[in-house]
């Protein structure tokens, strides 16, 4: 079956400083990738849509300078959380959209903790 | 995007079947009706699908109404493992195929 990864599944980082998660299609390509966040006890709140080879969208609310996406294969994206504060601490979760349909695969998500 | 509304929460005996409503009034014709689940710090797993007729596979049954407003979800044999938080989400109709996520359902499976 489809799998997503992710990587790493869980990171601490201190206050100020960047970190970068990546999301991998395993055994298809995926030319749109998804960004989520989701704060524990809340649903996941897409970030942006990313499209292979081209600048990410956003959704309304999020800073596309703190949150950088670059998605330069058809197999990986990367979140980068630019000056990570505390309040940026959650549950990041991708997904893939298999290349030709409709379907989507969500990674296993990463922890972020800012100290 | 059409919006969906789901119970909080339900409980669900184990062994029993678990139908967990979804109602989407605003759905479009070319809208989707989809279903995913959470288990607890997991990422999202995809349950079921549907358009217009009603549909099975290994993990559930989904029922949607003639009209489309409304759809039912049905885990025949709930066990412990089905415990999660049920999300039905109608797809944005266009290219990027987008999932919008609502609150979802926490189902508590029960001995």
């Known amino acids: 079956g489809a799998v997503v990864s992710q990587h790493p599944s869980r990171v601490i980082c201190k206050s100020g400083t960047s970190v970068k998660i990546e999301c991998r299609s395993l055994d298809f390509q995926a030319t749109t990738m998804f960004w989520y966040r989701q704060f524990p006890k809340q649903s996941l709140m897409l970030m942006a849509t990313?499209?292979?080879?081209?600048?990410?969208?956003?959704e309304q609310g999020v800073e596309k300078d703190k949150f950088l996406i670059n998605h330069a294969s058809l197999t990986l994206s990367t979140l980068t959380v630019t000056s990570a504060h505390p309040e940026d601490s959650s549950f990041y979760i991708c997904?893939?959209?298999?290349?030709?349909?409709?379907?989507?695969?969500f990674g296993p998500g990463t922890r972020l903790t800012v100290t | 995007d059409a919006k969906t509304t789901q119970p909080p929460s339900m409980d669900c005996a184990e062994g029993r079947a678990a139908n967990l409503p979804c109602n989407h009034s605003t759905i479009s014709g070319n809208e989707y009706v989809y279903w995913y689940r959470q288990i607890h710090s997991q990422g999202p797993q995809y349950i079921i699908h549907g358009l217009k007729n009603n549909e099975t596979n290994e993990m559930a049954s989904l029922i949607i109404t003639e009209d489309r407003k409304s759809s039912t979800l049905i885990l025949p044999h709930a066990t412990l493992r089905d415990t999660a938080v049920y999300y039905c989400i109608v797809r944005v109709a266009s290219n990027t195929g987008k999932l919008i996520f609502g609150q979802g359902t926490t189902l508590q499976v029960k001995p």
């Open positions: 997904s893939a959209r298999e290349m030709g349909t409709y379907e989507q695969y």
């Open positions: 990313s499209n292979e080879g081209s600048k990410a969208t956003y």
